[in-house]
């Protein structure tokens, strides 16, 4: 069974660093990207600290706004069909 505790760090160290950069590009403020998704005034900063994480509509959203997608793929499996640790 997979340690879905473990993956906090991972979300917030590999892919909110890239939301942080594509929205400063855009010259978008955090309340702005508030304002914008329609979430309660300092919400994007506590997702970009790590305080909070944001639900996986909001994450879509989030991602959508700020001109990108999100991929999903599927994780190879071993040969007991089970994921590769």
Known sequence: MANYEALGPLFHNALIPQFVDARKKLKISQLEMDEIL???KGLVSKWECGIR???GWLFC???DALGMTITLTP???NNDNQPRS
């Open 75 to 77: 994780k190879v499996l």
């Open 61 to 63: 959203c989030w991602a």
């Open 53 to 55: 994480k944001p639900s």
């Open 38 to 40: 329609g979430v309660a």
